[in-house]
């Protein structure tokens, strides 16, 4: 199983937030919609194999996981994501992993323990970074996640706490929006069979 973990700072917390369709207004929500866009969707269909995460840190009522696994009996479209997103929101409850839709689940958890729980089930993660090693060299097991985050950054405190624990990746000398990074990655693990 492949994960994807798409970290913002600033997207928003709450179904209300998402409300007047303004996703710039919501924490950057298109750089959150673009990337997994990018992380489970194919010409004709959908990838099956990924589990895509979002970490919002946004307001009003942060942190906010939001886990999504496409399954044949999710109603999906590319245009649909952003009230996908916000229906999910809405669907919080307090104190416990809700699924809302099929494979679709909200909780309240942070950046670390969410990483720190794939860990413990032997999932590989790596960050994305510039300096990191070449994501064409690196040796990937199956079992992996890719972290990845807007264009703010991760929390200092917790990525300083996890960069002991996560491989340092890079997908070249220049700087891409997060959605082609999910496609760079895609694409190299599809090349490899992973």
């Known amino acids: ?3 994807i973990i798409y970290f913002s700072n600033s997207a928003v917390t709450s179904g209300k ?3 007047d369709g303004n996703l710039m207004k919501a924490g950057r929500m ?3 919609i673009h990337s997994f866009i990018q992380g489970v969707f194919l010409s004709h269909g959908f990838r099956e194999d990924v589990n895509f995460h ?4 946004g307001m009003p009522d942060p942190p906010k996981h939001i ?3 496409v399954t044949p009996e999710l109603e999906i479209s590319k245009k649909d994501v ?4 916000k229906r999910i929101l809405y669907k919080y409850k307090a104190g416990e992993k809700t699924e809302v839709l ?19 089930k032997d999932v590989e993660c790596f960050i994305l970074e510039k300096g990191g090693e070449s994501l064409r060299e690196a040796k990937i097991q199956k079992e992996c996640a890719f972290i990845i985050g807007d264009h703010e950054g991760f929390p200092r405190k917790e990525l300083k706490r996890l960069k002991k624990s996560l491989t340092p990746i890079s997908i070249g000398p220049k700087m891409y929006f997060a ?16």
């Open 1 to 3: 199983m492949r994960h």
């Open 17 to 19: 937030a998402l409300s």
């Open 30 to 32: 298109d750089i959150a």
């Open 54 to 57: 979002f970490i919002f840190y």
């Open 67 to 69: 886990e999504i696994r």
């Open 82 to 85: 952003g009230n996908l997103i």
């Open 102 to 120: 099929p494979g679709c689940f909200i909780e309240k958890k942070s950046f670390l323990h969410v990483i720190e729980e794939l860990l413990d």
């Open 179 to 194: 959605s082609q990074v999910v496609a760079v990655v895609n694409n190299e693990l599809d090349n490899r069979g992973i």
